[in-house]
């Protein structure tokens, strides 16, 4: 009985040293591209948002909009769907270098998406944190303009 104990602990231990020894350590490739997708993966669910910010802006009735320093509704929307296409254009050209491309290539590519993804990342929350300052300052004009007509 003792010796079965001692060759189960033993399988047991043997078992656990050779999944962790086997186990798989990430390149800087591998690293990079996990890296690129993750802000990519961050920032893909405020299409959306951006969806709905255009349909909103897109809804206004600037008639009632009578505030001189509101800011265009066509600059707004122009940088919602410049930051919608930057994301689209950034999907259709990328590509994960295959196992075969030089480690070095593959790298430089992949902190250049890094780069061109940020930039996407930043243009997407700049353009939807302006729409919504927009939306509020026009919801905010047209209550204003309402309630002084009364």
Same mark, same amino acid.
């Given at each position: 009985?003792?010796?079965?104990?001692?060759?189960?602990?033993?399988?047991?231990? !043997?078992?656990?040293? =050779?999944?962790?020894?086997?186990?798989?350590?990430?390149?800087?490739? &591998?690293?990079?591209?996990?890296?690129?997708?993750?802000?990519?993966?961050?920032?893909?669910? #405020?299409?959306?948002?951006?969806? @709905? !910010? @255009? $349909?909103? !802006?897109?809804? /206004?009735?600037?008639?009632?909009? $009578?505030?001189?320093?509101?800011?265009? /509704? =066509?600059?707004?929307?122009?940088? =919602?769907?410049?930051?919608?296409?930057?994301?689209?254009?950034?999907?259709?050209?990328?590509?994960?270098?295959?196992?075969?491309?030089? &480690?070095? %290539?593959?790298?430089?590519?992949? $902190?250049? &998406?890094?780069? @061109?993804? %940020? $930039?996407? @990342?930043?243009?997407?929350?700049?353009?939807?944190?302006?729409?919504?300052?927009?939306?509020?300052?026009? #919801?905010?004009?047209?209550?204003?303009?309402?309630?002084? %007509?009364?």
């Amino acid at each position: 009985m003792r010796l079965l104990s001692t060759l189960l602990i033993s399988f047991f231990c !043997l078992s656990i040293f =050779l999944s962790t020894a086997c186990q798989h350590q990430k390149t800087e490739q &591998e690293k990079m591209y996990t890296t690129v997708m993750d802000i990519h993966d961050n920032v893909m669910p #405020e299409m959306s948002t951006i969806q @709905r !910010l @255009r $349909k909103k !802006l897109k809804a /206004i009735d600037t008639s009632l909009v $009578k505030t001189p320093t509101y800011p265009s /509704i =066509l600059t707004h929307l122009n940088a =919602l769907d410049q930051a919608d296409e930057g994301m689209m254009s950034w999907m259709a050209e990328f590509s994960n270098p295959t196992p075969e491309t030089d &480690e070095a %290539t593959a790298l430089a590519y992949l $902190k250049n &998406e890094k780069d @061109r993804i %940020t $930039k996407v @990342r930043d243009q997407m929350l700049e353009s939807i944190a302006s729409a919504k300052k927009a939306l509020k300052e026009a #919801e905010n004009a047209v209550s204003i303009d309402t309630t002084s %007509t009364k």
